[in-house]
């Protein structure tokens, strides 16, 4: 792939250019009386696609605009496709050597998730005979395979412990917000004008009710920030076709439900990926201690848990490209490099990798880490003292408690509420919180917010376990997101 090039380009012009309006782009250069000047490079801009998801017979144009070029002569092998699941595609390129009519075609896209392009300057020319800057990325177009998931949602195998044996869909992403009057994703997602949502008094808890949205699944853009649980069930409620609470959880007109996720779902998914073995840093599953064939260094994944003040790593958007899972990390930029692959091979593992994979194939970005996530549970009661999430197991943590707002209330230990499947035994573990399955913070004895997986500040207290209960709603808060469901 040509990812690289984006990649080397200076921070902010990646920011932009990710989160680019259509018809803009991330370089831009004012040609004005240089416009045909043998000394202005050519510019490469993708136009954003007519159509936002497609079946695998659909076709996808990507129309193609130049400025300041003389020569073209573009085919397939100088377009690159970024693979955010929906591939492989077969591309076709159509006036490969027209100035005013190049145009990429996707076709027989074969797989479920988003597909992107971009294309290589080499052979796109000024005057002078100087080739373009790679162009800018394009927007991604949704893939579906027939699956019974909305867009931007992938299926997730059940779990009969936690009443979800049907399976269910869940957002790919952290929902961002998308603006119900311009229809753009809102940038900030927190509707301030910065990563910190500084600009937004903290008495608002939530700024979507004054300026409406609705939540969607993609991985441009900054995840929906400065929220209450209570609204973000409202917002994910909002998708549905019923209008009143019982209609909706009934789901009266059998289309399905969409919801907050609920802790059970919530569970089904982290104990999915506890059981997928190149999830874990060595490739073998769970409790590995030096002896039992791997070694006390075996760990899970965390994600984009580490800010920074230099490099002004807070909350970030993801990318287009599951490939690129350690993007934006503090590891992509004190490490400086050249793309934002995970190292090693195959798709690579960093304990800072942002993606998880499913044991259907599929895979889920910020589980762990970049915004905590609120569950629609409350808690009811005390489960122990705060602890890591392998000490769940012990016996400090034997209460068994039901959880309040979900669709089950099953009374369970801690560990089976909130922790993993199997035992983690080893207690010289290497990782500080053991295993990287994160810490659990039970210091209220009745939470009325429960939230998950850590943000991009908890370092070594995020983990696709991680929980926090709170007596206190959150209000206001710029590193709490949330993450719809939609049960068929
Ligand atoms: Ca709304
Ligand atoms: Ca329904
Ligand atoms: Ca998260």
């Known amino acids: 792939m040509k990812v690289g090039d984006h990649l080397s380009r200076p921070f902010i012009t990646l920011i932009s250019g990710l989160i680019a309006l ?56 100088q377009v690159f496709i970024l693979d955010g699941g929906g591939g492989p595609c077969l591309i076709e390129v159509f006036d490969g050597t027209n100035l005013t009519q190049l145009k990429i075609r996707l076709v027989n896209c074969l797989g479920h998730g988003l597909v992107a392009i971009d294309v290589a300057g080499e052979q796109i020319k000024n005057l002078g005979g100087m080739s373009a800057r790679p162009s800018n990325r394009s927007y991604g177009v949704w893939i579906r395979n027939g699956s019974i998931c909305p867009d931007g949602y992938i299926p997730i195998p059940g779990n009969t412990e936690y009443g979800t044996s049907g399976g269910f869909c869940v957002m790919k992403y952290e929902a961002r917000a998308r603006d119900d009057a311009t229809s753009q994703i809102v940038e900030f997602g ?15 808890s939530d700024w979507s009710v004054e300026n409406p949205a609705t939540p969607v699944s993609v991985a441009r853009a900054l995840p929906w920030r400065m929220i209450t649980k209570v609204q973000a069930i409202s917002e994910c409620q909002s998708l549905n076709s019923e209008l009143t609470a019982d209609d909706i959880i009934n789901d009266s ?49 965390r994600g984009h848990t580490k800010s920074d003040s230099k490099f002004q790593i807070l909350v970030a958007s993801a990318s287009v490209a599951d490939r690129e899972a350690c993007i934006y990390t503090y590891a992509y930029y004190s490490q400086n490099w050249e793309n934002a692959f995970c190292p090693g091979e195959g798709e690579g593992w ?33 489960y122990g003292p705060s602890a890591t999430i392998r000490e769940l197991q012990l016996s400090t943590h034997s209460n068994e ?57 908890s370092t070594e207290y995020a983990g696709v376990f991680s929980v926090g209960l709170s007596s206190q709603p959150y209000k206001g808060s710029g590193n709490v997101g949330f993450r719809c469901v939609y049960r068929p």
Request: charged share 20%.
């Open 22 to 77: 259509p018809g803009c782009t991330a370089v831009g250069p004012n040609l004005g009386q240089y416009s045909d000047s043998k000394y202005v490079p050519p510019e490469i801009v993708i136009v954003t696609p007519t159509i936002e998801s497609a079946s695998h017979s659909d076709i996808i144009d990507f129309e193609v605009n130049l400025t300041n070029a003389f020569d073209v002569n573009i085919d397939a092998s």
């Open 253 to 301: 007109n059998n289309d399905g439900t969409y919801d907050l996720i609920t802790n059970d779902e919530w569970q089904t998914i982290a104990r999915n990926i506890e059981v997928v073995a190149s999830n874990w840093k060595e490739k073998l599953i769970g409790h590995v201690a030096t002896g039992q064939g791997g070694s006390n260094d075996n760990r899970l994944n």
């Open 190 to 204: 927190c509707g301030g004008t910065g990563r910190h949502c500084s600009s937004i008094p903290q008495a608002i």
């Open 350 to 382: 960093h304990i800072q990798k942002r993606t998880h994979l499913l044991s259907n194939g599929y895979k889920i970005w910020d589980f762990s880490g970049n915004n905590f996530e609120y569950v629609r549970d409350s808690s009811l009661g005390s």
């Open 401 to 457: 408690l039901s959880l309040s707002g979900g669709l089950t209330s099953t009374a369970r230990s801690a560990k089976d509420q909130f922790g993993p499947d199997l035992a983690y035994n080893d207690e010289s573990h290497a990782d500080i919180m053991g295993y990287g399955l994160g810490y659990a913070n039970l210091d209220s004895n009745v939470g009325v917010d429960i939230i998950r997986g850590g943000s991009y500040s």
